[in-house]
């Protein structure tokens, strides 16, 4: 267990329904990510936060809406998303935005019908 | 902006045989450079993380180097074992962002 916890670790959902996938560390870190996983292509940087503040939003489409209420918590709310969208989303956790080693939840493979 | 390559993109070997697995990077002005494990469907195990100011870090049977100056890392898995088949990533960290290759599948045979 690395202290990233992701709920839930998987999801099927339709093209108009509102999820959300929930991201929890424990580990006392400051700085929070969402990447996307898709096959064969390398890991895609969403969104960053560092002390609850967003500090990166990678040409992320609107649909995808991430909030940080605490500097353990981290979620990414999914509405109106497209088959393309299906993807493992990873979550991660660094002690502050510029330190050492970034740590991972085990992810939530998102199945977009 | 930040481009990492890891070749080869899959390495089949017998079991007892060493890995040798490679990242390159075109911006040299990294702050570390870590390796990942990740099994099928899962999310990321960290291996190693090598300092910018490190040339390899060592832990049990797996040696990382790192050549900020020609944009290389290699990853080597001393007499590999099946349980080691998994895909390998390097990320390039630079401030906040980290930047991932496409990383390496390794399968083992027994």
């Known amino acids: 267990e690395t202290g990233v916890t992701q709920t839930p670790r998987h999801l099927v959902m339709g093209m108009t329904n509102k999820k959300s996938l929930k991201c929890e560390q424990h580990?006392?870190?400051?700085?929070m990510y969402w990447y996307k996983q898709s096959a064969k292509k390398p890991l895609e940087l969403m969104f960053v936060?560092?002390?609850?503040?967003?500090?990166e939003n990678n040409s992320v489409p609107s649909r995808f809406s991430p909030e940080c209420p605490n500097s353990s918590h981290l979620f990414l709310h999914l509405h109106t998303l497209q088959p393309e969208d299906s993807a493992l989303y990873l979550c991660?956790?660094?002690?502050?935005?510029?330190?050492?080693?970034?740590?991972f939840g085990p992810g939530t493979r998102l199945t977009v019908t | 902006k930040q481009e990492v390559t890891q070749i080869p993109a899959a390495l089949s070997v017998p079991e007892g045989e060493n890995l040798v697995l490679n990242c390159s990077f075109t911006?040299?002005?990294?702050?570390?450079l870590q390796w990942f494990r990740q099994d099928p469907g899962k999310g990321l195990t960290s291996l190693l993380l090598i300092q910018s100011s490190q040339r390899e870090q060592t832990s049990g049977r797996l040696n990382a180097s790192l050549d900020k100056s020609s944009g290389r890392s290699t990853l080597y898995i001393a007499a590999s074992q099946p349980g080691d088949s998994a895909t390998y990533l390097c990320?390039?960290?630079?401030?906040?962002?980290?930047?991932f290759g496409a990383g390496t599948t390794v399968t083992v045979r027994a």
């Open positions: 990320a390039v960290i630079s401030d906040y962002k980290l930047s």
């Open positions: 580990l006392g870190h400051n700085a």
């Open positions: 936060y560092s002390l609850e503040e967003r500090v």
């Open positions: 911006d040299s002005a990294i702050y570390n």
């Open positions: 991660a956790s660094r002690r502050d935005r510029s330190s050492s080693e970034q740590y």
